[in-house]
């Protein structure tokens, strides 16, 4: 699986420059998360993949989802596609660019958060800043994941979501904190007024936790 992408380069590329990799949500596109990097730091390398399935109103997904089906509300085997996917493009570009000690930063809306804690939690080792955005970690796609504490430590976790989401309950996000403090994962949850969305407080808070 190829993935189309668009990037910002910062100025100077070295082995130690730190990449942030963006995972859009159902139905959205590559320039959706993309519109952050204004606000980002200038030196790093900035990757938006465009999700491989199509959807209406020329929007994209990383796998199909029914809504009159909260037991089977995600179709697993397209999603467990995806992730390997992603997992595969991301090493290609930090291949690409040379990235050998540069830190490796997932920021994922929705179903790209979905997939951020899967991507997080299965390989910490490539991993550093996680930012999960409306989303929950979704326990079929955690099959596997590193439990080991020393492996976990250098993940840093921001969680977000809307109090009143009409598409990802408030109570799957809060799932998210159960599982990262079981696992002893360091981590940040935050909920907002706010819908299936990011608003501004939420918007400055991942701003700040990206600059630390």
Not at 5 to 15: A, D, F, K
Not at 155 to 174: C, K, Q, Y
Request: hydrophobic share 40%.
């Amino acid at each position: 699986m190829n993935l189309d992408y668009i990037v910002r380069e910062p100025e100077h590329i070295t082995p130690n420059t730190t990449v942030l990799f963006m995972l859009h949500g159902y139905g959205s596109n590559e320039q959706d998360l993309f519109s952050f990097r204004e606000t980002l730091p200038a030196d790093w390398l900035i990757v938006s993949f465009r999700a491989p399935r199509d959807t209406q109103f020329e929007g994209y997904s990383w796998f199909d989802i029914d809504f009159n089906n909260p037991e089977n509300f995600i179709d697993i085997a397209q999603a467990k596609e995806s992730l390997y996917g992603v997992l595969q493009n991301i090493l290609k570009v930090v291949n690409h660019y040379g990235l050998t000690e540069g830190k490796v930063h997932l920021c994922g809306f929705s179903q790209g958060g979905i997939l951020c804690y899967a991507l997080a939690l299965k390989h910490p080792e490539l991993f550093s800043y996680v930012a999960c955005l409306s989303s929950y970690p979704e326990e079929k796609l955690l099959d596997g994941i590193v439990k080991d504490k020393k492996k976990l430590e250098k993940l840093r976790f921001f969680v977000s979501h809307g109090t009143d989401d009409a598409v990802i309950p408030m109570e799957w996000g809060r799932k998210a904190a159960d599982l990262l403090y079981d696992l002893s994962c360091y981590f940040t949850f935050r909920e907002y007024m706010s819908g299936h969305g990011v608003n501004q407080k939420n918007y400055m808070d991942l701003m700040d936790f990206f600059s630390k």
